[in-house]
T-cell receptor, first 114, second 108 residues
Framework: EAQVTQNPRYLITVTGKKLTVTCSQN?????MSWYRQDPGLGLRQIYY???????DKGDVPEGYKVSRKEKRNFPLILESPSPNQTSLYFC?????????????FGSGTRLTVV | SQKIEQNSEALNIQEGKTATLTCNYT??????LQWYRQDPGRGPVFLLL?????KEKRKERLKVTFDTTLKQSLFHITASQPADSATYLC???????FGRGTSLIVHP
């Protein structure tokens, strides 16, 4: 089944403890992206990648890192999480940035930083 | 920069009626607009894409229009069902940029 898989689904952590949210897609998509979704603010792009070893900042990149060493994986790294990073995170992928067939989203990771 | 605006108020309709959701964009016209469905706590699911030069697109009970004069896209669900209740997101190809979504509630 074609899908984007994120892990974990839920995560509670403490301020300052480094964490990684994994994202993997099995569709050979070139483009991958991370979003956070907060009530009243909608989906905001954190980082995106147009291909292996090519990443770029989105609208809200502060406090996050990403890497794209392989085409299928696009992990999101929070080096020193803070409570304002408590949010619902989504990974998405598409054949290319133009996404004329739409983006495929993962099921989401609900992160709580205390 | 471009903004995508959707009505933040929930749309309540009776089963069997047509639901119409609005997406307005600012500044220049995007090459295309996309519509997604999102259920609570789940990832958005792609429904339809309409290009700037297409006036209308249909898929089963769904219809999307693109009006570059009004800078607006309308999303219609005909013969709505309670199972259509969800939040519907509009997105442009720029960045891409998502609207905040409109919640649709279909009452039996």
């Amino acid at each position: 089944e074609a899908q984007v898989t994120q892990n974990p689904r839920y995560l509670i952590t403490v301020t300052g403890k480094k964490l990684t949210v994994t994202c993997s897609q099995n569709m050979n998509h070139e483009y991958m992206s991370w979003y956070r979704q907060d009530p009243g603010l909608g989906l905001r792009q954190i980082y995106y990648s147009m291909n292996v070893e090519v990443t770029d900042k989105g609208d809200v990149p502060e406090g996050y890192k990403v890497s794209r060493k392989e085409k299928r994986n696009f992990p999101l790294i929070l080096e020193s999480p803070s409570p304002n990073q408590t949010s619902l995170y989504f990974c998405a992928s598409s054949l290319s940035q133009t996404a004329t067939r739409g983006y495929t989203f993962g099921s989401g990771t609900r992160l709580t930083v205390v | 920069s471009q903004k995508i605006e959707q009505n933040s108020e929930a749309l309540n309709i009776q089963e069997g009626k047509t639901a119409t959701l609005t997406c307005n964009y600012t500044n220049y016209s995007p090459a295309y607009l996309q519509w997604y469905r999102q259920d609570p706590g789940r990832g958005p699911v792609f429904l339809l894409l309409i290009r700037e030069n297409e006036k209308e697109k249909r898929k089963e009970r769904l219809k999307v229009t693109f009006d570059t004069t009004l800078k607006q896209s309308l999303f219609h669900i005909t013969a709505s069902q309670p199972a259509d209740s969800a939040t519907y997101l509009c997105a442009s190809n720029y960045i891409p940029t998502f609207g905040r979504g409109t919640s649709l509630i279909v009452h039996p």
